[in-house]
């Protein structure tokens, strides 16, 4: 069983940044960020795989926010830059552990998840 440690978020600023960190318990094919915001269904944000080093992001956030990992890719990072109210909503970090038939894009793909981050962005 992994473990998702997630720490971070809070209320900014429109425009401000902010950065989510999450510690798995153990290293995983890859690691994600998903957000929720009340009413809305849980959205893709970004994601990073180890094998290949690929990063995925959502058109929403591209060019705004990083994914990164430390140099033992357990710790995950989302670095939130030029940030706006619609961002506004619980983050989480997710596990995927195998390479799957999923896309790392995709909630269905994740085995384990954080317990969630609130940021708020004010306008």
């Known amino acids: 069983q992994v473990q998702l440690v997630q720490s971070g978020g809070g209320l900014v600023q429109t425009g401000g940044s902010l950065r989510l960190s999450c510690s798995a318990s153990e290293r995983t094919y890859a690691l994600g960020w998903f957000r929720q915001a009340p009413g809305k269904e849980r959205e893709f944000v970004a994601a990073?795989?180890?094998?290949?080093?690929?990063?995925y992001y959502a058109d929403s956030v591209k060019g705004r926010f990083t994914i990164s990992t430390d140099n033992t890719a357990t710790t995950v990072y989302l670095q939130m830059n030029s940030l706006k109210p619609e961002d506004t909503a619980a983050y989480y970090c997710?596990?995927?552990?195998?390479?799957?038939?999923?896309?790392?894009?995709?909630?269905?793909?994740?085995?384990?998840w954080g317990q969630g981050t609130q940021v708020t962005v004010s306008s």
């Open positions: 997710a596990a995927k552990t195998t390479f799957g038939t999923l896309a790392a894009t995709t909630a269905r793909a994740y085995d384990y």
């Open positions: 990073k795989t180890w094998s290949g080093g690929s990063t």
